[in-house]
C-alpha cells in the first residue's frame, strides 16, 4: 500500500515558480513509478511527468523545458519543479503512483494523493 499526499500548490503570478512535493508512505516506494498529473476545470485530468524507479523521466509537450520532475527514494518524496508558469497551467495537480509500470494514462496508477491548487495569474 503506497500513501500519497501533496503540498506546495498556491497562487502565484505569470512567469513565477512554484515546486510540489509529495510525501509517500510504504515499503515499496523505491520500486515504483511515480507521475504528475493535473486537471483543470471543466477538463479530463492530463499527464505532466513521469519518474520511473530508474530515476527515467518524461514529460508531456506542454511542460517539456519548464517543468522537472524528480524524486528522493531516501525521504519518500517526489517533486515537481515548475518554472515560467502560465495561466494555463492553472489546475488541480495529483501526484500518482504505480508498481504495475508506468504509462502516461492515468488508469496505469493505483494510488493517487488529494491534489494541490495551482493557480497562475496574468
Known amino acids: 500500500q503506497v500513501q500519497l499526499v501533496e503540498s506546495g500548490g498556491g497562487l502565484v503570478q505569470a512567469g513565477s515558480s512554484l515546486r510540489l512535493s509529495c510525501a509517500t508512505s510504504g515499503r515499496t516506494f523505491s520500486m515504483s513509478d511515480a507521475a504528475w498529473f493535473r486537471q483543470a476545470a471543466g477538463k479530463e485530468r492530463s499527464f505532466v511527468a513521469i519518474?520511473?524507479?530508474?530515476?527515467?523521466?518524461y514529460y508531456s509537450d506542454s511542460v517539456k523545458g519548464r517543468f522537472t520532475i524528480s524524486r528522493d527514494n531516501a525521504k519518500n518524496t517526489v517533486y515537481l519543479q515548475m518554472n515560467s508558469l502560465q495561466p494555463e497551467d492553472t489546475a488541480v495537480y495529483y501526484c500518482?503512483?504505480?508498481?504495475?509500470?508506468?504509462?502516461?494514462?492515468?488508469?496505469?496508477?493505483?494510488?493517487w494523493g488529494q491534489g494541490t491548487q495551482v493557480t497562475v495569474s496574468s
Open positions: 519518474i520511473r524507479a530508474s530515476a527515467t523521466t
Open positions: 500518482a503512483a504505480s508498481l504495475r509500470g508506468y504509462s502516461s494514462s492515468q488508469y496505469v496508477y493505483d494510488y
